[in-house]
Nanobody
Framework: QVQLVESGGGLAQPGGSLRLSCAAS????????MNWARQAPGKGLVWVAS????????RYADSVKGRFTISRDNDKNIMYLQMNSLKPEDSAVYFC??????????RGQGTQVTVSS
């Protein structure tokens, strides 16, 4: 079955960087688009970015455009989210999921990102 495992979260200072990873198994990773979404405490889930199966086409939420970069390595079955110029409002649990849009069924357990001085 689909298994997605996020890692790389942690504490960062405002203006700092983190790189999240999403290791995929149980399906042919290179055949599917993937996405990142996040959920801040007490708030709803928000889509962050998507990447097409070939890695060429990407889309970003306006709130992260120019600061975050989504990428993937189809040889290693891993997707990444490079997060630069982090802001406190980026603090959330970040989820990766299979597909162009968020999937509650095919998602990982999440990784916590906290941006604070």
């Amino acid at each position: 079955q689909v298994q997605l495992v996020e890692s790389g979260g942690g504490l960062a200072q405002p203006g700092g960087s983190l790189r999240l990873s999403c290791a995929a198994s149980g399906f042919t990773f290179s055949n599917y688009p993937m996405n990142w979404a996040r959920q801040a405490p007490g708030k709803g889930l928000v889509w962050v970015a998507s990447i097409r199966d070939d890695g060429i086409v990407t889309r970003y939420a306006d709130s992260v455009k120019g600061r975050f970069t989504i990428s993937r390595d189809n040889d290693k079955n891993i997707m990444y989210l490079q997060m630069n110029s982090l802001k406190p409002e980026d603090s959330a649990v970040y989820f990766c999921s299979k597909g162009w849009t968020y999937s509650v069924r095919d998602r990982g357990q999440g990784t916590q990102v906290t941006v604070s001085s």
